[in-house]
């Protein structure tokens, strides 16, 4: 019987596990747990696959990058049927998460391009260090990027996205312009780790201690790369492509053809590069990228009904409208299905809709009703001032409705849950059809007495019950404390 994951973290870490959190793998099958000791003082990621020829890949890989100074999560303890692992835990933050304003506005902020470029020369390292000493003999499903993984992936297109659309075309010229895309992809062979599914998902942003030139500890924020049990040899183009045209990016040309250059000066210090030639063989593996993944977003989202896939389709159909203005001549009949395609109608009448934003505020009254900086008008104003105020006993004036003794108070006494359940109801309505609608942005706001016990309290619940059910992102407010935090959205 293969050893359980709580049996691999005593093992690796010599303590019992205590609490095991579920974490969201949206696109894989494997199942991911935080396994925390039950002193609370050290956390793992436990591992469940379905694969053994899969995990057997991400272990070997994950050895290896280790032993190259790669930056990537040690794996600390396995089961004897690599079914089941636990690695070292890298937090929270996702680059995909990091980057999060810059994505909804178009415009990054110079944090987040700082970490941008140091993922693009990590991916160049990547990509060729890797690879040096490599036995490609041990990737899952293919060894290389080749003619046949080339085909699944235009056919994964083809039958899982194009035929989904209800598109009339002529199969047979297609898959002749599919063998000519092929063709000129394969042209392009090299001994680097081609990534494969290389996207900001996949990049988590940890702090790491490292020595500086005089010999002293500091500390650095840098990216470490995850989910990389796909990877195969193959040409470095691809992983270029995926990451600054993923749907959802939002990357500026500018910004990208920025980050093309950053990621040229590194990998130029591993091989000689021809940057016309590098610029020219990228559009055709941005073309079929974009081609890979709308597959994917059909398969996972019209035949597995999973709804991040589907709203990823909009933003993947923009991008592909951008690269048909500068298409190559190589394969016009393949640039005259995929322009009929994005004139759809499902497609044309449904540009990229930015998501839904919450803005949940406390406020006092004697300081006036929020303003409403979206200029949409304020949305609702609930009044707390109806439920009974701690603020009124002293032994309550130093705190919010934040702090144990306050929500305590409000939760026993009884008057508070029947209101929030009917503003629960009021809202839940309204932010389904915004969400529907493709409306923007939604407010919320609570006022009491003061605005610091029943209004920051009611604040606080909303924000978790709105965050919680709909995944939308939440901007929370307490105008009277003058803080601020955001909810992100569960993608």
Known sequence: MA???????????????GEQTALTASGSNRRYYRIESEDKTTSLIG???????ENHAFLYMAEHFM???????KVLAVSDDEMNYVQQDLGNVLLFDYIAEGRKTGVFSAKEKDMLRETMRALARFQVTGAEEFDFNQCYPQPEFNLRSILWDLNYFKYCFLKATGLEFQEDKLENEFERLAYILLQNRMNAFMYRDFQSRNVMVVEKVVESSEGSEVREVVPYFIDFQG?????????VASFLWQAKANFHPDLREELVEVYLEELQKYMPVDKE?????LKHFVLFRTMQVLGAYGFRGYFEKKPH????????IDNLRHLLKHASEDYPYLIEVLQKMTEMKQFKDVGVRKPLVVRVMSFSYKKGIPADPSGNGGGFVFDCRAVNNPG???????????DEPVIQFLEEDGEMQPFLEQAYQLVDFSVKRYMD???QNLMVSFGCTGGQHRSVYSAEKMARHINEKFGVEVQLIHREQNMERTLNAKD
């Open 277 to 281: 030639v590098f610029y020219e063989t």
């Open 309 to 316: 896939f589907l709203q990823s389709i909009p933003f993947a």
């Open 3 to 17: 050893q359980s994951l709580s049996l691999l973290f005593f093992e690796a870490t010599g303590k019992k596990a």
């Open 67 to 73: 032993k190259k100074g790669l930056n990537v999560p």
């Open 231 to 239: 990877g195969r040899k193959g040409p470095v183009f691809y992983d």
């Open 437 to 439: 609608r493709g409306f």
């Open 392 to 402: 009124k006993y002293e032994r309550y004036t130093h705190f919010t409705g934040m």
């Open 47 to 53: 591992v469940q696959g379905t694969s053994k020829d």
